[in-house]
């Protein structure tokens, strides 16, 4: 399984951005894909999941509001759309695979195989 994420750069705050997560290699039936970041100096945290039979969505609650996920089943995809962007959404943005939905969001120890990242920078 391989997971590419695409569409990170150098965004206003107040500005959008929308990031991709191509998925390949997929032998699972019900998954969820996820996305994290790692703001410098700071932990890696959960941002947003998806279901893939379902397309069940959740967010953390910083992004709640702000970011949306959906999924494309027939291109493998899942996209991150983020909205009004803040300072603090700076950070490298991970997707990740978590081979068994289980309706919710599973932290970094949940997750099966991860991408390496995207750098979305938020500043003027």
């Known amino acids: 399984v391989q997971l590419v994420e695409s569409g990170g750069g150098l965004v206003q705050p107040g500005g959008s951005l929308t990031l991709s997560c191509t998925v390949s290699?997929?032998?699972?039936?019900?998954?969820?894909i996820g996305w994290f970041r790692q703001a410098p100096g700071r932990e890696r945290e959960g941002v947003a999941c998806i279901s893939s039979e379902e397309g069940i969505a959740k967010y953390e609650d910083p992004v709640n509001g702000r970011f949306t996920i959906t999924i494309d089943n027939t291109k493998k995809t899942v996209a991150l759309q983020m909205t009004r962007l803040k300072s603090e959404d700076t950070g490298l943005y991970y997707c990740?695979?978590?081979?068994?939905?289980?309706?919710?969001?599973?932290?970094?120890?949940?997750?099966?195989?991860w991408g390496k990242g995207t750098l979305v920078t938020v500043s003027s």
């Open positions: 290699g997929i032998r699972f039936d019900d998954y969820a």
């Open positions: 990740a695979l978590d081979a068994q939905w289980l309706g919710y969001c599973r932290g970094e120890v949940g997750q099966d195989y």
